[in-house]
């Protein structure tokens, strides 16, 4: 059966019914609090430890809003998402997700997306992992590490080398295998928490009014410019989304934990940033290395503070890093099976059982990244990434819901459909703050990502060599179904399509 | 050629008996079941210790009579008391005197679920250029009076996906030609937990091991086919993947006759000529719910040329 374009660019991935993997009988029950915890350990760590000193001189003390600007936008977003995410009844990442709902191309616009939001946000943690490093070294042991070899070209240095070391670090844990339990997340969330009321405790001796004067310097686009470079903190709040498949109870306790997280992460936010700018003048955060050990060292006028500020943020960015570069890995690989990225990538080393060359391809990529980038390029295309694919999730919500509306969904959006409108506004808003060479090089990004597909995806889609082979069939406009799984469901097929497409051709077949 | 089985006074030795009295009889061998006496040291002619050296040979030859009782009457057997400086090094000198073809220990500590090495058996894994043969406690051959007595059934051959062990597998084959067994073909999995904060779904491993199984699998097929052209051809050759939350789990996912044998490789790290456990290795070997054969690299190379010339 020839397909048109359309058919091709518009094809949706279908899900089996069992969950997909055969072994699903292991599955996992997460309670209200650990979920609250994955999103904050998610969240916490990726941006707050460096981000000060891009964002404030760019909105002044009115950095303040920008944080809750973008927390509220980030809330948005990720309620929509959580209403994707449970409507399809496996877990993965927002590819994922868009494959099984919007269809092919959307899907691979979402990954150029993810491959910003994972993979450029691990070069931009490991660079402010590096100003860490460099302070903690500094005070234990009384040397810095060479200009040239801490800082990118573009800022008068070789390369990065500390961020290069940790992303080779965690390419190897990575290879040899290593696994993460919820209990471990927790413990990690407050091992960070606490690091940073620790800064807000004794940063907020050093507290002076008088920095708050000039409270907007560059008005309201400084503080939404601000937004953009901040929303990359918010990164990782997404990860609630994708638990939610195991979460007890997700219509109650998803959004609870969602919003939980939200206000756990601004809040901590928002406290690190207020005790950060009573205690230094707004003008000092500019070109500020490892901003929160300086901020305590400057106020009591000792090392240790900044010392156990430096080993906390050591500590919790590694991590995080880890985290978001196995993420990155696993995107990939659900790519790869699909035919929409190199095979490369889904092949696993036997004796590991880990995708090595995967991994190993990922990382490389990522350490030049983090080698020779700005933390602010690298902090902004991060945002923009984040935003884009909130922005996808967000219309595919309304999409959905008009084209799919008897679809059973575990979770679905409060107060529809001004949530995911606000969401689109809000993404949109913080986009069009940002730099324009972000915006250029994220357009040209995608593009490229986009021809890639057009002329090689397109054609391996393992979907699309599935629908001509006839083990997965047509069942209405855009909608296909596993040949083996439709004489089970022709009930439901019957369903959604009657209710989609006025029953225009009927999933029963058979 | 022969089997030989070192028994310990004053330690249960059923298990690694019974183990012997299996191997024995399927590769139709002589059973030399041992005991290691340690031998005055500093070594002199005065012979002050006289009357404690013949305390501790009477209590070995106690031990000896006592472990071979239960022997049965189609087995040869004979017992050694040997000298040594360590139990260790007893126990691979009476296997050279022996030519040994299999060496067999019994569990260390105490009774419980598969098998701890205790020092005199992780030793002798670090020296053995032999095969080790480890019995859980409470290892035993089932019994049937009407029946034949006890053979290997089958062995299975853990594949790791390495070098090292595709070749274990073959030189499994061989062996298991040799005793009228069947082969099977098994790797074991635990399934990792995907990073819960990574925010690409709980499940994001479990497409890594589909295709970590999709690997192997393919693997195994170019193996059986070698098996197939080698012309010692087991008496069946099956394959099997066991996955489970931990080891123990994952062992216990594929099922175990009651005369059936592990042969665990060696890691492809470690000295040529010796074995030394990888960390999956030895985590099966813990957890292992049969006998396990421990086979060191240079015999895995002597397996398979054998494998390869007849």
């Keep these: 059966m020839a397909s048109t374009m359309r058919q091709q660019l518009f094809r949706v991935k279908p899900v089996p019914r069992d969950g997909g993997e055969s072994d699903t009988q292991l599955k996992r029950s997460i309670g209200l609090f650990p979920l609250m915890m994955i999103g904050v350990g998610g969240t916490i760590g990726t941006g707050i430890f460096f981000i000060l000193s891009e964002a404030v001189p760019i909105a002044g003390p009115a950095v303040i809003w920008s944080f809750i600007i973008a927390g509220l936008v980030a809330g948005l977003s990720v309620l929509c998402y959580a209403e994707l995410a449970s409507s399809v009844p496996v877990s993965g990442s927002s590819y994922s997700y868009a494959y099984s709902t919007l269809g092919e191309l959307p899907a691979m616009g979402v990954?150029?997306?993810?491959?910003?939001?994972?993979?450029?946000?691990?070069?931009?943690v490991a660079v402010g992992w590096s100003q860490y490093v460099n302070q903690l070294i500094n005070n234990l042991f009384g040397f810095e590490l060479p200009h040239a070899l801490l800082y990118a070209p573009e800022e008068g240095g070789i390369i990065n080398l500390p961020a290069v070391i940790l992303i080779a670090l965690c390419c190897l844990l990575l290879i040899r295998g290593t696994s993460h339990s919820v209990a471990a997340n927790t413990v990690m969330v407050l091992i960070k928490i606490a690091v940073l009321l620790f800064f807000v405790a004794v940063g907020i001796t050093g507290w002076n009014m008088d920095h708050f004067a000039n409270f907007a310097p560059f008005g309201f686009t400084g503080i939404m410019t601000g937004a953009g470079i901040i929303f990359f903190s918010f990164v990782g709040l997404d990860a609630v989304a994708t638990a939610g498949d195991e979460a007890k109870n997700p219509r109650r306790n998803l959004p609870i934990a969602?919003?939980?997280a939200l206000i756990i992460v601004t809040g901590v936010y928002v406290l690190v940033a207020l005790t950060a700018l009573g205690a230094?003048?707004?003008?000092?955060?500019?070109?500020?290395?490892?901003?929160?050990?300086?901020?305590?060292?400057?106020?009591?006028?000792?090392?240790?503070?900044?010392?156990?500020?430096?080993?906390?943020?050591v500590i919790s960015i590694f991590s995080v890093t880890l985290v978001v570069l196995y993420g990155q890995t696993r995107i990939l690989f659900a790519m790869s099976r699909d035919g929409m990225a190199p095979k490369i990538f889904q092949k696993v080393n036997p004796r590991t059982m880990t995708p090595v060359a995967n991994t190993i391809i990922v990382s490389v990529i990522v350490a030049i990244l983090a080698g020779v980038l700005p933390i602010n390029f690298l902090a902004e295309m991060t945002s923009i990434g984040t935003l884009a694919a909130f922005l996808v999730v967000s219309i595919a919500v309304?999409?959905?819901?008009?084209?799919?509306?008897?679809?059973?969904?575990?979770?679905?959006?409060?107060?529809?459909?001004?949530?995911?409108?606000?969401?689109?506004?809000?993404?949109?808003?913080?986009?069009?703050?940002?730099?324009?060479?972000?915006?250029?090089?994220?357009?040209?990004?995608?593009?490229l990502v986009l021809v890639w597909y057009y002329f090689t995806g397109r054609k391996n889609s393992v979907l699309g060599k599935q629908i001509e082979t006839g083990m997965i069939v047509l069942t209405g406009p855009g909608r296909?179904?596993?040949?083996?799984?439709?004489?089970?469901?022709?009930?439901?097929?019957?369903?959604?399509?009657?209710?989609?497409?006025?029953?225009?051709?009927?999933?029963d077949s058979r | 050629m022969t089997i030989v089985v070192g028994v310990a006074p004053n330690h249960p030795s059923e298990a690694a008996i019974q183990?012997?009295?299996?191997?024995?009889?399927?590769?139709?061998?002589?059973?030399?079941?041992?005991?290691?006496?340690?031998?005055?040291?500093?070594?002199?002619?005065?012979?002050?210790?006289?009357?404690?050296?013949?305390f501790l040979i009477n209590n070995a030859r106690a031990a000896l009579d006592e472990a071979v009782a239960g022997v049965p009457s189609d087995i040869r057997v004979r017992t050694v008391v040997h000298g040594a400086s360590s139990a260790r090094r007893g126990l691979l000198e009476v296997c050279a005197e022996e030519e040994a073809f299999r060496l067999v220990v019994g569990s260390a500590g105490e009774a419980g679920e598969g098998i701890k090495l205790g020092s005199v058996s992780f030793g002798l894994l670090q020296a053995a250029e032999i095969p080790v043969a480890i019995a859980p406690h409470g290892f035993t051959l089932p019994v049937d009076a009407s029946g034949p007595a006890a053979r290997l059934t089958r062995v299975t051959a853990a594949y790791s996906?390495?070098?090292?062990?595709?070749?274990?597998?073959?030189?499994?084959?061989?062996?298991?030609?040799?005793?009228?067994?069947?082969?099977?073909?098994?790797?074991?999995?635990?399934?990792?937990?995907?990073y819960a904060a990574a925010g690409v779904g709980f499940q994001a491993e479990d497409q890594v091991i589909a295709e970590w199984e999709a690997t192997i699998r393919s693997h195994i097929t170019e193996i059986m086919t070698e098996i197939e052209q080698?012309?010692?051809?087991?008496?069946?050759?099956?394959?099997?993947?066991?996955?489970?939350?931990?080891?123990?789990?994952?062992?216990?996912?594929?099922?175990?006759?009651?005369?059936?044998?592990?042969?665990?490789?060696?890691?492809?790290?470690?000295?040529?000529?010796?074995?030394?456990?990888?960390?999956?290795?030895?985590?099966?070997?813990?957890?292992s719910p049969v006998p396990v054969v421990l086979v060191p690299r240079r015999a895995t190379d002597d397996y398979l040329a054998r494998a390869r010339t007849e």
């Design chain 2, 230 to 287: 080698s012309g010692r051809i087991p008496e069946s050759i099956e394959v099997v993947v066991g996955a489970g939350k931990n080891w123990h789990d994952a062992l216990r996912a594929v099922a175990w006759q009651r005369t059936e044998v592990l042969l665990l490789g060696s890691s492809s790290l470690g000295p040529l000529a010796r074995i030394s456990l990888g960390s999956h290795a030895a985590k099966i070997l813990r957890t």
């Design chain 2, 19 to 54: 183990l012997g009295v299996l191997l024995a009889r399927s590769y139709d061998r002589e059973l030399v079941v041992a005991s290691i006496n340690s031998v005055a040291w500093p070594p002199s002619d005065s012979r002050v210790d006289t009357e404690y050296q013949t």
């Design chain 2, 161 to 194: 996906g390495s070098d090292t062990s595709s070749e274990l597998v073959l030189g499994g084959a061989a062996v298991a030609a040799d005793a009228g067994a069947g082969i099977r073909i098994a790797s074991f999995h635990t399934r990792p937990r995907a």
């Design chain 1, 280 to 313: 230094q003048a707004s003008g000092e955060f500019e070109g500020q290395a490892a901003g929160l050990s300086a901020i305590l060292e400057n106020i009591v006028g000792a090392t240790w503070p900044g010392t156990v500020v430096a080993a906390g943020a």
């Design chain 1, 111 to 124: 990954a150029a997306c993810l491959l910003l939001e994972y993979g450029v946000s691990t070069a931009a």
């Design chain 1, 398 to 447: 309304i999409v959905l819901r008009r084209r799919e509306p008897d679809l059973e969904r575990k979770f679905r959006v409060p107060l529809y459909p001004v949530i995911p409108i606000l969401s689109i506004l809000g993404c949109l808003w913080i986009i069009k703050d940002l730099r324009p060479i972000t915006i250029i090089v994220f357009a040209i990004w995608t593009a």
């Design chain 1, 258 to 260: 969602l919003i939980g």
């Design chain 1, 480 to 507: 296909y179904r596993l040949a083996s799984d439709a004489a089970d469901h022709a009930d439901y097929a019957d369903d959604a399509d009657n209710a989609g497409s006025g029953g225009s051709s009927s999933g």
